[in-house]
Structure formats: C-alpha cells, structure tokens
C-alpha cells in the first residue's frame, strides 16, 4: 500500500546534484512520485514499501553524501558545520600535493590527485553511464587531460580545489537552510497541560486538542494559539505581526502561538491544534513558495539546460578548429579546451534567484508579511500603481465617535451621557460606540422612557421627565421648531452628524465615522519614494466621500460608487496605460480586485476569508507600513538576484575570455566556478536581512 513521506535532506550542494539524487531516487521500484525541493532541502515521495523506507533511502544517501530526517518524527538536529567525509579527503589529498612541491617529488601529485578523485570518479561514472554530462564527469576529464599534457600539478590542483569549493557550497548551502528552519524552531514543541481537576504535566504540542488548558509561563513562547482564561500578561508578537512593542492580554484575548509570554503567567483555552495555528499556517505558505518556480527561475533553468551542452561544443571546437589553421600548437589550444569544460556547468547561475527569494519570503515573514510565492516579489518590484480600498484599507475600518460639540445648555460629558442612554435601546451599528466611550469615562447612563425610533432620521426617549431627539438635523430640530438660532456650519462629506434636541432647542452635535489610519499619509509618501507612479483609491462609497478621504491622505486620484466588478476594470486601464498595479484590500468586495491586480494584497487581521485566499500577499498586521516594506523588500531581492547573475556569469566570463588569450589555468576556473555558487548563496543571504525601512517602522 502506497504512503507517502516528507524528508528533511541535509547536504545538497547544488541543484544538480539535487536533480542527480531525485532522478535516482525515482528509478525505485518502490518509488511512485518524487519531488525534491533543493531551497527547502525537502523530499517528498511516494513509497510502496510497508516498512524500512528510510533504510532504503539511506543507501542512496550514502552514495550521494545526503542524511534524510523524517519531518514528522522528532527534530531535525543542526546541520553539521563540516562533513568529516569532505575533510578528510581534502587533507588526504591536500598533504601530498603539499610535499611534493616542497620535495620535489612529481609523483605525490598523483598520489594527491587519486585521493581527491575517489568521490568524484564515482559519480562521473554514474553521469557517464547515464549519457549525461556532469560537472564530476567533466572535472575528471579535465584533470585526466592536464596529466596527459604534463600538467600533473594543475590536475591535482583541480580535483583538489573541487573537493574544497563543494564542501563550501554544502555548508553555504545548508547554511541558507538553516536560517529559513530558525524560523519554524521558535515554535515550543511542549506544552503545560493545566487541566481544571488534576495535576499539570507537559506534552507534546501535537498532541493538545481544541478545548483544553494550557498554561503559559514567563519567559516562555506559545505553544499553540488560544484565548486567554486566567492572568494577564504583555506579550510581544513581532514573530507575526513585526510589531516591536508588546501587546497586553488579558481575559478574552486571543494569543497566537509563536509569541512570546513577556511577563505574567497566563492560562489559555487551545483555539486551533498545533498544525491548525496561525504560525503554522504561515510556515507551510513559506515552504510551499519555496518549492514554486518563478518566470525569472524557469527562464534560468532552460537557459541552465542548454549552457553545459554549448560549452562543451565549444570546447571540442577550441582543441580542434585553432590548430587546424594554424593558430598555435594542440597542445595549448586543448589546454584552453579543458578550461572551458570546467567552467561548463551552470549551478552558480541556477542558484541566483532561488536563494534570495527564500530570504526574501522569510524576512517579509518575520515582518508579518505573508508572500505566497516568488512570483509575487518578482512583480511587485515592478509595481507603479497602487490602488486602496477605502473602508478598513485607509480607515480602522470601525464607526466611531469622532467628537462631540455642546451648543448650549450641556457640556461634553452631559452631550455623551444623554445620547449614550438613548443608543443603547437602539439597533444602530454606532450604538456601540457610545456605550463603549461611556463605559470607558465611567459615566452612569439615565433610564429612558417612551423609546422610539424612526427609521433613516433618528430615535427619541424621555429622560428626567423632557423629551430628547438624536438623529438628523432636520428631524431633531422639529421638536424645538421655535429655537431661533442655527447650527453651526460644518462640512461633513466625510462623516455623519446627529443633533440631539429637547424642547428648548439643541443641547450638541455628535460627529460619526471612519477614522483615517494614522499612518496613512506617510505610507503614501513612502510608496512615492519607492518608485510608485500613481495611487488610487477605490471606494463604494459616494464620490465626495473618497475624493475627500484620498485627498486627507494625499492619494493622486479618488473613485466613487465604484463597483467590485469595476474595480478590476479600473486597474486593466491603468495597467494598460501605466504600467503593473498592485491593490490593498480587506473584503469580500475586493477580491475581484485581488484577483486581476498584477500583485493583491490583502489586510490579514480582520480581513475576509475571500479576500485572503485570492491575495499573493497579507499584511499580517493591520499596519499598512507593511505595504512599502513589502515593495522594498521586492525591489532589494530583484537588486541581490541580478548581482548573483552578474557574478555567476561575470566570472566565467573572464576566465572564459583568459581562455581563450591562453593565459588561463585549471585551477583558475575551478575558483571562478564553484566559487562562483559560494558568492552566490552568501550574497543571496543578504535578503534575510530586513531593510532599513523596517527598523524605521518600528520606532
């Protein structure tokens, strides 16, 4: 019966080695599928055996310098920060080379030679008897020829210099590995069971279920997400959200697993298992765009495919074609042959992109950015027009009282406890509101008598024996027809106001609505500095509404009574006439949006389940300085991978060229190609790193 495995691989060096080991892996007979992930270092594989899977994996590991772990079984321990197998070669090998120049004695050359090529001759037997060519292939050859031309030193210098760059490249290798894995160790793999009868033990995290009691004590990270039931504690989740400052939690909060429990001990009722929490979500969206090829990583890739074979063609016609006419000797022109065999694979320039993506991917994760795929930093970086929704995007998205102004006869605290007693026997959505702002100034609210409402003007009670309305000015005021002053003047397009009146005339104005995100207006001026040519803001609402709320924020243009189906329409036309669009947005309306915007982004915390699913990308945290850090993390991840194109090619280039002039060496071109992957992978780290922009978001 058919099951299927995920393994941890630890020691892949490069992507071919990675496609030679998953191609042996699938000539099994007990194999049905494989895909071997060489980012991630992750094997996933259909197995018929009933048992001793690992077993029979480990074979093939053996022979291609691989340890499988099981990612489901107990932790996978820390790579090792050298392979004793690799270095015993290069001392083996090394030594003799050594004495034989401080000796004068040639044949330790080859003694020196033949240690260095026991582990390559292996696998350049297997590419050779697979009609294949490979980089150990080729290296043996190269190095068969220099002994062949007399050149024993530059052969042993070969094999010599190809066993340290591949031990380099595995410990860079696993070195990117491993800090994409640092992020999913922050999880606790116990947990303090509390039940309400009983003693407290610890257990496996996988192994609590909905429901139960978990305590969390100072100190400590949590385990699983839940709902606080006793204690009070401040808890810091930039894990998720990149928020520096810790937030409080008190009954009733939700706490998410991966945060950290700062100072009380709190008991938490388990809300989601442990493979269901948010944290874990996160880190199965990181691993699955691992494994997701880019255009830029595909084009690559093809191009990887026929760069061995021309290069080979170019080499056989450089030891031939020269000569022929009379261009020098053979056995110079063979010499400049054997350089270009070495430099003749590709894995420098495949590993451009794919490393600097995964950081990428794990450093917008640690800043609560959530990115489904490669593809997605590759377009944002490109991005020059953004597009907001307007109500929970640019606004907090919740109704509120927004100011209160006596007129006569009342102040402040008067006007919010009339108005307050009259809303709480309403139906309104802002009726929570003023019992909210009530309840927070510890006001003690008046029985109402007579409750009505009149729908679309206002309510109306009797409080201490006199009359109120609360609602519109025209509705409000019928009942102090008499009164003959006016209300003062106010322009409203942004928000609602409600007039409360007695018998003698108005006692205040209560301004109602949206409020701007405070950080609003400066991340439109931080996307105008990263290269965004034009902001939008599509909203449902009436235009004087988004004209007015885009223009408090300082967005180019403001569209109204815009809808879901237009809003796709609207960025078609400015990708058309401008160039790639991205659109932020929170609800079930915008996902059509989401969906036709060259990169969607979604506001995570409250944002609808639609909306989050058709998004390339969430903001964890309803911060929307999340979004320009999110485009300077793009535009710096294109930056590093274009920099790991020019030195994988740059560098072949020269000693292709030296090559050519003759005045390159065997051990010249080993250095620029193996050394090439280790600058490759070292730069490519460098997008673990957050931008500049992110300590400034977090002051």
Same mark, same amino acid.
């Given at each position: 019966?058919?099951?299927?495995?995920?393994?941890?691989?630890?020691?892949?060096?490069?992507?071919?080695?990675?496609?030679?080991?998953?191609?042996?892996? /699938?000539?099994?007979?007990?194999?049905?599928?494989?895909?071997?992930?060489?980012?991630?270092?992750?094997?996933?594989?259909?197995?018929?055996?009933?048992?001793?899977?690992?077993?029979? %994996?480990?074979?093939?590991?053996?022979?291609?310098?691989?340890? *499988?772990?099981?990612?489901?079984?107990?932790?996978?321990?820390?790579?090792?920060?050298?392979? =004793?197998?690799?270095?015993?070669?290069?001392?083996?090998?090394?030594?003799?080379?050594?004495?034989?120049?401080?000796?004068?004695?040639?044949?330790?050359?080859?003694?020196?030679?033949?240690?260095?090529?026991?582990?390559?001759?292996?696998?350049?037997?297997?590419?050779?008897?697979?009609?294949?060519?490979?980089?150990?292939?080729?290296?043996?050859?190269?190095?068969?020829?220099?002994?062949?031309?007399?050149?024993?030193?530059?052969?042993?210098?070969?094999?010599?210099?190809?066993?340290?760059?591949?031990?380099?490249?595995?410990?860079?290798?696993?070195?990117?590995?491993?800090?994409?894995?640092?992020?999913?160790?922050?999880?606790?793999?116990?947990?303090?069971? !509390?039940?309400?009868?009983?003693?407290?033990?610890?257990? !496996?995290?996988?192994?609590?279920?909905?429901?139960?009691?978990?305590?969390?004590?100072?100190?400590?990270?949590?385990?699983?997400?839940?709902?606080?039931?006793?204690?009070?504690?401040?808890?810091?989740?930039?894990?998720?959200?990149?928020?520096?400052?810790?937030?409080?939690?008190?009954?009733?909060?939700?706490?998410?697993?991966?945060?950290?429990?700062?100072?009380?001990?709190?008991?938490?009722?388990?809300?989601?298992?442990?493979?269901?929490?948010?944290?874990? $979500?996160?880190?199965?969206?990181?691993?699955?765009?691992?494994?997701?090829?880019?255009?830029?990583?595909?084009?690559?890739?093809?191009?990887?495919?026929?760069?061995?074979?021309?290069?080979?063609? #170019?080499?056989?016609?450089? !030891?031939?074609?020269?000569?022929?006419?009379? %261009?020098?000797?053979?056995?110079?022109?063979?010499?400049?042959?054997?350089?270009?065999?070495?430099?003749?694979?590709?894995?420098?320039?495949?590993?451009?992109?794919?490393?600097?993506?995964?950081?990428?991917?794990?450093?917008?994760?640690?800043?609560?950015?959530?990115?489904?795929?490669?593809?997605? %930093?590759?377009?944002?970086?490109?991005?020059?027009?953004?597009?907001?929704?307007?109500?929970?995007?640019?606004?907090?998205?919740?109704?509120?009282?927004?100011?209160?102004?006596?007129?006569?006869?009342?102040?402040?605290?008067?006007?919010?406890?009339?108005?307050?007693?009259?809303?709480?026997?309403?139906?309104?959505?802002?009726?929570?509101? *003023?019992?909210?702002?009530?309840?927070?100034?510890?006001?003690?609210?008046?029985?109402?008598?007579?409750?009505?409402?009149?729908?679309?003007?206002?309510?109306?009670?009797?409080?201490?024996?006199?009359?109120?309305?609360?609602?519109?000015?025209?509705?409000? #005021?019928?009942?102090?027809?008499?009164?003959?002053?006016?209300?003062?003047?106010?322009?409203?397009?942004?928000?609602?106001?409600?007039?409360?009146?007695?018998?003698?005339?108005?006692?205040?104005?209560?301004?109602?609505?949206?409020?701007?995100?405070?950080?609003?207006?400066?991340?439109?001026?931080?996307?105008?500095?990263?290269?965004? &040519?034009?902001?939008?803001?599509?909203?449902?609402?009436?235009?004087?509404?988004?004209?007015?709320?885009?223009?408090?924020?300082?967005?180019?243009?403001?569209?109204?009574?815009?809808?879901?189906?237009?809003?796709?329409?609207?960025?078609?036309?400015?990708? #058309?006439?401008?160039? =790639?669009?991205?659109?932020?947005?929170?609800?079930?309306?915008?996902?059509?949006?989401?969906?036709?915007?060259?990169?969607?982004?979604?506001?995570?915390?409250?944002?609808?389940?639609?909306?989050?699913?058709?998004?390339?990308?969430?903001?964890?945290?309803?911060?929307?300085?999340?979004? =320009?850090?999110?485009?300077?993390?793009?535009?710096?991840? $294109?930056?590093?991978?274009?920099?790991?194109?020019?030195?994988?090619?740059?560098?072949?280039?020269?000693? *292709?060229?030296?090559?050519?002039? &003759?005045?390159?060496?065997?051990?010249?071109?080993?250095?620029?190609?193996?050394?090439?992957?280790?600058?490759?992978?070292?730069?490519?780290?460098?997008?673990? /790193?957050? =931008?500049?922009?992110?300590?400034?978001?977090?002051?």
């Amino acid at each position: 019966m058919s099951h299927t495995h995920v393994w941890r691989v630890v020691g892949l060096d490069c992507p071919t080695c990675a496609k030679d080991l998953e191609a042996a892996i /699938r000539e099994q007979d007990w194999v049905s599928e494989v895909e071997l992930d060489f980012m991630g270092g992750i094997l996933r594989m259909l197995c018929n055996l009933e048992s001793g899977c690992l077993f029979a %994996l480990e074979a093939l590991g053996n022979e291609h310098g691989v340890k *499988f772990y099981e990612m489901d079984g107990p932790r996978v321990p820390e790579p090792p920060s050298y392979w =004793p197998q690799e270095i015993w070669i290069m001392a083996g090998s090394g030594a003799p080379i050594l004495l034989s120049y401080l000796f004068e004695r040639p044949w330790l050359l080859l003694l020196g030679m033949a240690v260095a090529a026991l582990p390559v001759l292996k696998k350049a037997l297997k590419e050779l008897a697979g009609l294949r060519i490979g980089m150990n292939f080729l290296m043996v050859f190269a190095a068969l020829g220099a002994v062949m031309l007399g050149e024993w030193s530059e052969g042993a210098m070969v094999l010599f210099l190809f066993t340290i760059a591949r031990w380099l490249e595995k410990v860079s290798g696993e070195k990117a590995r491993s800090s994409i894995e640092a992020l999913k160790l922050q999880l606790p793999a116990k947990a303090h069971l !509390a039940p309400k009868e009983g003693a407290e033990t610890d257990v !496996a995290a996988t192994c609590v279920r909905v429901g139960d009691r978990i305590r969390i004590k100072p100190g400590e990270r949590v385990p699983l997400d839940g709902i606080v039931l006793e204690g009070a504690s401040r808890l810091d989740e930039s894990t998720l959200t990149g928020e520096s400052l810790p937030v409080m939690k008190e009954p009733g909060a939700d706490v998410f697993a991966g945060t950290y429990n700062q100072e009380g001990a709190v008991v938490l009722e388990v809300s989601q298992t442990a493979d269901s929490s948010r944290f874990s $979500r996160i880190m199965l969206s990181v691993q699955k765009a691992q494994s997701i090829k880019t255009r830029l990583q595909s084009s690559i890739e093809r191009f990887a495919e026929v760069y061995t074979p021309m290069v080979v063609a #170019m080499a056989i016609g450089v !030891a031939i074609f020269p000569p022929l006419i009379g %261009l020098g000797a053979f056995s110079g022109w063979v010499h400049s042959a054997l350089v270009l065999l070495v430099i003749a694979c590709p894995c420098a320039l495949v590993l451009a992109a794919p490393v600097t993506l995964v950081g990428a991917m794990a450093a917008a994760a640690r800043s609560g950015i959530l990115i489904r795929g490669g593809d997605v %930093l590759e377009s944002a970086a490109s991005v020059k027009v953004v597009a907001f929704d307007k109500t929970g995007t640019i606004t907090v998205g919740e109704p509120d009282i927004l100011e209160l102004i006596p007129i006569a006869r009342c102040d402040a605290a008067k006007l919010l406890r009339l108005t307050a007693a009259l809303e709480a026997g309403s139906e309104h959505p802002l009726a929570g509101a *003023f019992l909210s702002r009530s309840n927070a100034g510890r006001l003690t609210l008046p029985k109402v008598g007579g409750f009505a409402s009149e729908k679309g003007q206002g309510i109306m009670g009797v409080i201490d024996r006199v009359q109120y309305r609360f609602g519109a000015s025209s509705w409000a #005021m019928q009942v102090c027809s008499g009164w003959p002053g006016k209300l003062p003047a106010v322009s409203a397009s942004c928000m609602s106001v409600s007039v409360l009146c007695d018998l003698e005339g108005p006692l205040g104005m209560v301004f109602m609505g949206d409020r701007l995100r405070p950080e609003a207006a400066e991340v439109i001026r931080s996307l105008k500095s990263l290269g965004v &040519g034009r902001t939008i803001l599509l909203s449902g609402d009436r235009e004087e509404t988004a004209r007015e709320f885009g223009a408090a924020v300082g967005i180019d243009e403001s569209f109204g009574r815009i809808s879901p189906e237009c809003k796709g329409e609207c960025l078609k036309s400015f990708a #058309m006439q401008i160039g =790639p669009t991205l659109m932020l947005g929170d609800g079930v309306n915008d996902t059509p949006a989401l969906a036709v915007a060259d990169v969607g982004v979604a506001m995570g915390a409250k944002g609808a389940d639609a909306a989050l699913q058709t998004a390339g990308a969430v903001l964890l945290h309803d911060d929307l300085r999340r979004l =320009p850090l999110l485009l300077a993390i793009a535009a710096r991840s $294109r930056r590093l991978i274009r920099q790991n194109i020019g030195i994988a090619v740059g560098l072949k280039l020269i000693v *292709f060229g030296l090559s050519l002039a &003759g005045m390159a060496t065997l051990w010249m071109a080993v250095l620029a190609d193996t050394g090439a992957s280790v600058l490759v992978v070292a730069n490519g780290l460098r997008a673990l /790193r957050s =931008p500049r922009l992110a300590a400034k978001m977090k002051k």
